[in-house]
Antibody, heavy 122, light 110 residues
Framework: EVQLVESGGGLVQTGRSLSLSCAASGFTFKDHGMHWVRQAPGLGLEWVSGITWNSGSKAYADSVRGRATISRDNAKNSLYLQLNSLRPEDTAVYYC???????????????WGQGTLVTVSS | QSALTQPRSVSGSPGQSVTISCTGTDSDIGAYNYVSWYQQQPAKAPKLMIYDVTERPSGVPDRFSASKSGNTASLTISGLQAEDEGDYYCCSYTASKTCIFGGGTTVTVL
């Protein structure tokens, strides 16, 4: 089955760090750029970060730049997001997302995971 | 960077057509043909409806079409059906090498 499965969410204190993982299966992972997209409760979608197929280029939203690190391991068919200095406004469902192309320009996000909820609280 | 601008809501009767606009700037929609559209229904992950400005993924009904002119992209749903209700988001690549979503539009079938 073609799918993305996120893990690593939960309740975290303000200022702490969190590491999210995404396991891909059913398709050739290294053929696609990958992204993280989040959605705060009751609000819209926010692109967080993207990485090209070969990790050659990484990009971050202004809201997380300097606090986030995206990475991938094509041998393990896995995508990761490390987010530091967490703030209450980071509270959201984080989706692992596949790009239709190998780059990370967001040509189209054609496969989404079920999402993992991150709650940041003091 | 501010989100792309979408109307909060649009509505139509079954069989009618509705169009959702998505307005950006010369640094995003106006600069690149990397515009996509997503449908999100309650408690579900978003679904890709349009990519590369006008392309429909397999399985998306041809009632969904899209276009772009200048800094504004548009999604049209023709022959509106009850199952088309949900939130719709546009997305564009930007000159900052990031991606940006619109604020979302709720489509209601009357």
């Amino acid at each position: 089955e073609v799918q993305l499965v996120e893990s690593g969410g939960g309740l975290v204190q303000t200022g702490r760090s969190l590491s999210l993982s995404c396991a891909a299966s059913g398709f050739t992972f290294k053929d696609h750029g990958m992204h993280w997209v989040r959605q705060a409760p009751g609000l819209g979608l926010e692109w967080v970060s993207g990485i090209t197929w070969n990790s050659g280029s990484k990009a971050y939203a202004d809201s997380v730049r300097g606090r986030a690190t995206i990475s991938r391991d094509n041998a393990k068919n896995s995508l990761y997001l490390q987010l530091n200095s967490l703030r209450p406004e980071d509270t959201a469902v984080y989706y692992c997302v596949r790009d239709v192309e190998a780059a990370n320009r967001g040509l189209g996000f054609d496969l989404w995971g079920q999402g993992t909820l991150v709650t940041v609280s003091s | 960077q501010s989100a792309l601008t979408q109307p909060r809501s649009v509505s139509g009767s079954p069989g009618q057509s509705v169009t959702i606009s998505c307005t950006g700037t010369d640094s995003d929609i106006g600069a690149y043909n990397y515009v996509s559209w997503y449908q999100q229904q309650p408690a579900k992950a978003p679904k890709l409806m349009i990519y590369d400005v006008t392309e429909r993924p397999s399985g998306v009904p041809d009632r969904f079409s899209a276009s772009k002119s200048g800094n504004t992209a548009s999604l049209t749903i023709s022959g509106l059906q009850a199952e088309d209700e949900g939130d719709y988001y546009c997305c564009s690549y930007t000159a900052s090498k990031t991606c940006i979503f619109g604020g979302g539009t709720t489509v209601t079938v009357l």
